[in-house]
C-alpha cells in the first residue's frame, strides 16, 4: 500500500509554496494537479513522476470528481506515492475533505498538507488584513453566492480562544448555534505537542477544562467537527507527537527527515558536524594505484571521493567494500558499484566481517575524525592496510539562543548521534534538558562514544541509513 498526500500549492506565489509540500512533491511517483496550481510548482517534481491533469473550469470538467476519487486510491494501492495537489489550501473550499473521506473507506493512509488560503493570501497582497482591532473581529468565508441562510451551513473559528472560551461559545449561541451543535478546540495545532478535544457548544468549556488545554488553540464550532471521527489522521502514525532531533552532517542525513516526519515525527535538524572535502595531495595518487581495495565506511567518504580520482579509469584494478547497504548506494549513486558490502555499521565491524576471500592491500578513504581502528584491525589479520583522510570534519557554529532554551525547557523524544564527535559536541551545547531525549546511534562504535560523553543509549541502527535509524526507533518506542 502506498500514500496519498492532499498537498495546499497555495494562491499562487511560488514562495508561498511550503517546505512539506516541496518536500513531498520531489518524491511523488504521481501527481494529480489542479488549474489553478502555478505550473512552476511542478518544476520541483523528481524526473520520471507521472502528471495527471484533474483541473476543473467554471464551465465545465476535465476530469469527475469521482474519477479522481478513483485514480487516487488506485494509485496508491499500487504502492506509489500520489500527491493531490490542489489551489490554496486542500480543506478551504477545495474538497479535500471529500477525497479524505474516500481514502479513510478505502483504507488508504492519507496526510494533509495545509497551503495558504487565496482568502486569507489575496487581500494580504492587496494590503487588506482580514482581521484588524476595532475594525474586524470575524471572518466568515463563504464560495460564490452558495452557504448563505442559516449558521447550519456555516463554521466558525475563534482564535486565541481559551481564556475566553465560554464567552465565546455564548456569542455562538446568540447567533443561532445551538448547544448540541458540534465543537472542537484544537491546541498548539500541527506541533509535535497538538492536542484536541471534541465536545459540543453547550459542553466544550467544560471539556476543555478537564483536559487542562493550553493556548494556542483555535476553536471549531460547526457540522464539520463530527468528520473528526473518520478523517483524523495526524494521531494515527507511529511517531506522532514525538519531536526527533539530528545531529547529522548534510551530506549524511539527506531523506532522513522526510522518512522521519512520514511517520508523524516533527523533525529538528541541528547539525553539529559539517564534512568538507580536502584538496587531493600529490601522495595519494600513489596510494590508490598501489591499492588492491579501496574502503568506505561512511556516505561523506564516497561523496569526497570524485575530487580524489582524476579519472575513474585508474582504480579499474581496484576492488570497493563499503561499510553497509545505505553506503552502496551512495557509491552507485556517483557510477561506482562495490565488491563487497558488510553487513554492519561501523569500522570495527567490517573489519571483523571481512571475507577470507578478499585479498591484497586495503586502502580506507575516511575523514579526519576516525581513530584508525579499522587500519589497526586489519594489520592485526596480517593485512598491508593504510588509512587516508580526504575530508575534514569541522563544528557547524553554536545553537541559537532561542533554540537551546527551547530544548533545555520542553526537551525531546529522541536525537540521532550519526557520529562519536556529534555526541560530544551535542552535549557540550545543551547540557541541561528538562526531558533528556532517547538517543539513538548508526552503530556500536557511536554508541561507545555517545556513552562516554554522558548519553544513555536507547537504540543502535543495524545500518546507517535513514531506514536503519527509524526501525531503530520504532522498535523502541
Not at 524526473?47 to 464551465?59: H, L, R, S, W, Y
Not at 489550501?89 to 473521506?101: I, M, S
Request: with cysteine; charged share 25%.
Amino acid at each position: 500500500m502506498g500514500k496519498v498526500w492532499l498537498v495546499g500549492a497555495g494562491p499562487g506565489d511560488l514562495g508561498l509554496f511550503t517546505q512539506r509540500g516541496k518536500g513531498i512533491l520531489s518524491r511523488a511517483d504521481v501527481i494529480l494537479y489542479d488549474r489553478l496550481v502555478n505550473p512552476g510548482i511542478l518544476m520541483w517534481a523528481r524526473a520520471g513522476a507521472k502528471f495527471i491533469d484533474a483541473g476543473k473550469t467554471p464551465q465545465g470538467t476535465k476530469m469527475e470528481q469521482g474519477e479522481i476519487h478513483r485514480l487516487l486510491v488506485k494509485y496508491a494501492r499500487y504502492g506509489g506515492k500520489v500527491v493531490r495537489l490542489k489551489g490554496g489550501d486542500p480543506f478551504v473550499f477545495g474538497r479535500g475533505g471529500e477525497e479524505a473521506e474516500i481514502l479513510a473507506k478505502a483504507k488508504v493512509p492519507f496526510e494533509v498538507v495545509p497551503g495558504v488560503t487565496a482568502g486569507i493570501a489575496g487581500p494580504g497582497y492587496a494590503g487588506i488584513p482580514v482581521t484588524q482591532r476595532g475594525m474586524s473581529t470575524e471572518v466568515d468565508f463563504r464560495i460564490g453566492s452558495r452557504a448563505e441562510g442559516s449558521v447550519s451551513g456555516k463554521t466558525w473559528l475563534g482564535y486565541m480562544s481559551v481564556d475566553g472560551l465560554e464567552d465565546f461559545l455564548l456569542k455562538a449561541l446568540d447567533h443561532g448555534f445551538t448547544r448540541k451543535t458540534p465543537a472542537a478546540l484544537v491546541a498548539s495545532g500541527t506541533c509535535s505537542n497538538q492536542r484536541v478535544v471534541v465536545a459540543t457548544v453547550g459542553t466544550l468549556a467544560r471539556v476543555a477544562k478537564k483536559a487542562r488545554m493550553r493556548p494556542p488553540a483555535v476553536v471549531v464550532i460547526g457540522a464539520v467537527v463530527s468528520l473528526r471521527k473518520k478523517l483524523a489522521w495526524w494521531e494515527g502514525r507511529p511517531l506522532a507527537g514525538k519531536r526527533i532531533i539530528l545531529t547529522a552532517s548534510e551530506s549524511l542525513k539527506r531523506g532522513w527527515r522526510e522518512e522521519m516526519e512520514d511517520q508523524g515525527a516533527e523533525v529538528w535538524e541541528i547539525p553539529m558536524t559539517r564534512t568538507e572535502a580536502l584538496p587531493p595531495q600529490k601522495s595519494w595518487k600513489e596510494k590508490i594505484v598501489n591499492a588492491n581495495w579501496l574502503v568506505f565506511t561512511s556516505a561523506a567518504g564516497v561523496r569526497a571521493f570524485p575530487g580524489v580520482v582524476w579519472d575513474l579509469r585508474k582504480i579499474a584494478h581496484c576492488q570497493i567494500a563499503v561499510v553497509g547497504k545505505s553506503t552502496a548506494e551512495v557509491l552507485q549513486s556517483i557510477g561506482l558499484q562495490p565488491d563487497w558490502v558488510g553487513g554492519g555499521p561501523g569500522s570495527r565491524e567490517l573489519a571483523k566481517g571481512w571475507p577470507r576471500w578478499a585479498k591484497g592491500r586495503i586502502l580506507h578513504l575516511t575523514g579526519d575524525a576516525g581513530s584508525g581502528e579499522m587500519v589497526e584491525l586489519f594489520r592485526k589479520k596480517g593485512f598491508s592496510a593504510e588509512r587516508l583522510v580526504i575530508y575534514q570534519n569541522s563544528g557547524t557554529g553554536s545553537i541559537p539562543q532561542p533554540v537551546r532554551k527551547a530544548l533545555s525547557e520542553s526537551g525531546a523524544d529522541w536525537v540521532v548521534f550519526a557520529s562519536g564527535t556529534a555526541a560530544k559536541r551535542f552535549r557540550k551545547a545543551v547540557p541541561k534538558w528538562a526531558r533528556e531525549p532517547k538517543v539513538v546511534v548508526i552503530g556500536p562504535a557511536t554508541a561507545r562514544a555517545a556513552r562516554q560523553a554522558g548519553w544513555r543509549v536507547r537504540a543502535v541502527a543495524h545500518e546507517p541509513s535513514a531506514s536503519g535509524v527509524l526501525n531503530a526507533i520504532l522498535r523502541r518506542s
